[in-house]
């Protein structure tokens, strides 16, 4: 399994590397994607905020 993991990533630095343009635009796809999330959740997490809803007994000011 590791051996197939080692033939995909030399795969996709071969592709890389032919098609820069579209491996800038599905990096920039991924960004997009995560971005809100990774800022999102410890911001609301700050405020008061879990996975659940609002918890209880927690304010920031």
């Known amino acids: 399994m590791l051996e ?3 033939t ?3 795969d996709l630095v071969e592709w890389a590397t ?3 343009i579209k491996a800038t635009a599905c990096a920039a796809g ?3 994607v995560a971005a809100p999330g990774l800022v999102a959740a410890p ?3 700050v405020t008061g905020f ?3 809803g ?3 007994g927690r304010y920031i000011f």
């Open 50 to 52: 879990g996975a659940n």
């Open 18 to 20: 032919a098609n820069p």
């Open 54 to 56: 609002i918890v209880a």
């Open 43 to 45: 911001l609301l997490g």
């Open 4 to 6: 197939k993991a080692k």
């Open 30 to 32: 991924v960004v997009c």
């Open 8 to 10: 995909k990533g030399a």
